[in-house]
């Protein structure tokens, strides 16, 4: 029987997608540095270029023939040229006056140190620009003259590129990402695999399997391997001291009350009187009540110990109901009732000895109990197939009219026999034992005549 576990939450999944998102994360950063560092690579490649353009017109600004002579070389416009197929603007200024190029650029609000180069970007008709502007002083007589010259290209190529380099990181990303995924899926699988084989290995012990785990475990599952050994220890002690004491109960609790109904039954020969003789037929009928009810009781008590943990070993039925049937013999004589046992050929089986011969125990006491004087019970053992098939046939009240299969629920007994002393133990005895050793229970009324037929079923060794 298994109980119900409740869980929270898988720990490969919380491992999974704390390792996911992890790699999400780190994916995320991976692309964001990576276009950063490349956007600013580009800017300042463009940087360079515009400032070495800048530096070659300004260098070719002299004075010739008492004049500001500025011949803007063909290099400079050649190494912008050289990024994309960007628009490039110029401008020049001698002493704030405009001189050439675009008159419509913005000219820079350049600090003191004009001589170096001061970078701005903004937009220009419709174009988003970088622009880079500088001053030189040229000596015309005694006059100093300041040749300002601004150079500036529309971003469009840099921007391309960057989309460009955007594309191939994300994809780049992605790659890393998968690849992060499938090791964060074995990572989380390989975390948790010593649990698994762990849980597996205690799974596939049998119910009396007590032994201690004694499995290699990561350092983190020690505490836990040792609270379950120190379970199973307590465990086993548990169980072996309710086995003591339901041996120990059984035998404190039949023996005063066989002495107590020994005597009732001494007196009951000795009193004349009718009411004293019938008292005491009332205490020894509530003697015999109690009796086979505490008997019962710790026999089901018995067999729910020994169901969690069966003692397997080859068992022979024949020899085991025939024995059973010479124990009750004492009993059904009393009544003139014979019992009879047939049987076809030798049945081994596997099962708990002590469970089985109280399950026979059981049904031979409830067809003696149930049927009347002058009767017989027959007990029949056959094979059908895999099956071995124990059968108990009276000529007692049969089965009521009522559900019969309620009857094997405890202290649940028919309508039929409320006058006959019995605990409602018996069938539901029975029934847990033949369920634990994988076999079935039926039962019904006689077809061919008066009583109840009960049949129980093993599988041959």
Sequence with gaps: MSGFVKSKSSIRRRLTIQLLCGATILTICLVLIVRSFAQQLAEQSQDNILAASLTSILDSASI??????????????????????????????????????YADLPRHSLSANSNEPFFVTGPYRGFDIRSVAATRKLALGEQPIDVLVIIAQSRNGMQETLSEISHKVILFGSGFFVLSAIIALFAA?????????????????????????????????????????????????SLKRSEDFITEAAHRVRTPLATVRAQ???TLRRVDKDENRQALREIIRAIDDSSRAARQLLDHAMVTLRTDHLERHQIDLTGLVRESVARVQAVANLKDIT?????????????????????????????????????????????KGPWVILTFQDQGRGLPDSDATLLTERFVRGDNVADTVGSGLGLTIVEEVVRAHGGTLSFENNPDGVGACVSISFLLS
Excluded: C, H, W
Aim: proline fraction near 7%; glycine fraction near 4%; charged fraction near 20%.
């Design 339 to 383: 019992v009879i046992f047939e049987n076809t050929a030798p049945s081994p089986i596997q099962g708990d000895v002590i469970l089985i011969q109280n399950a026979v125990q059981n049904l031979l006491d409830n067809a003696i109990k149930y049927s009347p004087p002058d009767s017989q019970v027959e007990v029949q053992l056959g094979r």
């Design 189 to 237: 699988q390989s975390t948790v695999e010593p649990l698994t084989r762990l849980a597996a290995s205690v799974a596939r012990r049998g119910p009396q399997d007590l032994r201690p785990v004694i499995a290699r475990v990561p350092e983190e599952m020690a505490p836990l391997v040792q609270s379950l050994n120190q379970f199973i220890e307590r465990l086993g002690t």
């Design 264 to 266: 009732a039954e001494i």
């Design 64 to 101: 010739q023939e008492g004049q500001i002579a500025v011949d803007i070389p063909y290099s400079a416009f050649s190494m912008l040229s050289n990024l994309a197929d960007d628009r490039v603007f110029y401008r020049i200024d001698l002493n704030d006056e405009f001189l050439t190029g």
